[in-house]
């Protein structure tokens, strides 16, 4: 090593970012972790930027926890030149917490300790577009879930008069209340009320299925694992945008882990358990996954080698097990179909469906 080199080397610098709405604690440390400077700036891109020119040229590393303006700021200071880390909130929570005093400050000395002694793994940051169609489906999960709501209401309501719905008569949830409801009084007006709103929750839920039912065509992968059954087009868009790059997957089998359909594990010493599934990773995937599933095993009449394989499953543990193993093998199949580019094989064998006794759902 040169004395250049080896001057550079003592030059290096790590930056930690504690980043809040208003205002961000910096905080920098040479590769002794000497802390050199620590200060505030606003929490904008440009003026974090400004910071760590000015009191970190040399920054190797400067990381930030993830958090609802941590995409923001990756972007912005991965567009300025800067080498920025984003790493995971309980990683840091985990080394965070043997300080002794829970400041901003002291978050933003432990990150740039963080930094300094590379033990920390990054989170991959999405792109602004898969941001963005994860915010049409997280909004059309929120307007599902307001509907229910609603439903569930109209129906209590309905109740305390001695009227109670019929789930199924050939009509639409609306239709059938205003043909039990009555024409005016409070009853009659908070069921207008409610309906009104329901009709628009409704219209706009419409609206956002088509969205994505267009990503999904415009698109080859999804298109192409929609060819799965029980895929939709919500399942095949939200799986790609969450995953985005399918090379980051060494095994297509880690990806049942990544949506957390894999069984906790705990062991020490002689004690060894397995648990229920970690349900880590993009759970509104995991649910998506889960229906498709379900979708396969109760809905589909085509025979596959996954439905025969999911049916033993059923008959030796249950049907609620056998659709959480399934969603994990669908996320596995999904990420191997995007890697090749084939497609679905629905059996090799033409006796699948002959090999199972399906059991009671």
Known sequence: MTYNNFRE??????????????????CVVDRDGVALWRGTCASSPAQIAAIINEKAPS????????GPLATWHWHAL???????ICIDARHAKAVLSMQINKTDRNDAYGLAQIMRTGWYREVGVKSLDAHKVRAI???RA???????????????LLKVFGIILERHGGKSFQARVMQVAQDDG????????L????????????????????????????????????????????FVAAIEDPRKFAKSTSVGAYFGLTPKRYQSGETDL????????????????????????????????????????????????????????????????????????????????????????
Request: with cysteine.
């Open 137 to 139: 489906l997280g909004a």
């Open 274 to 361: 397995s648990g229920r599934v970690s349900k880590c990773g993009d759970g509104l995937v995991r649910v998506y996954l889960y229906e498709a599933a379900n979708s396969l095993l109760v809905g589909s009449r085509k025979w596959s080698s996954l439905k025969a394989w999911g049916m033993r499953i059923a008959k030796r543990s249950g049907m609620n097990k056998a659709k959480v193993a399934v969603a994990r093998k669908l996320a596995v199949i999904m990420h191997q179909m995007w890697t090749t580019g084939e497609e679905f094989r629905w059996s090799n064998t033409v006796n699948d469906a002959a090999q199972v006794e399906v059991p009671a759902a």
């Open 142 to 156: 929120q307007l599902v879930g307001m509907r229910t709501d609603l439903r569930n209401q109209i129906r209590g």
């Open 9 to 26: 080397d003592l030059m290096e610098q790590f930056v930690g970012l504690d980043v809040s709405q208003q205002e961000t604690h910096v």
């Open 186 to 193: 409070i009853p009659g007006q908070s069921l207008q009320a």
């Open 59 to 66: 920054a190797v590393r400067v990381g930030l926890e993830t």
């Open 78 to 84: 991965k567009a300025l030149g800067l080498p920025v």
């Open 195 to 238: 309906l009104a709103i329901l009709t628009s929750i409704e219209r706009q839920l419409d609206r956002l299925n088509r969205i994505a039912s267009n990503q999904a065509r415009l698109n080859p992968i999804c298109r192409n694992l929609m060819t799965i059954p029980g895929v939709g087009a919500l399942t095949a868009v939200a």
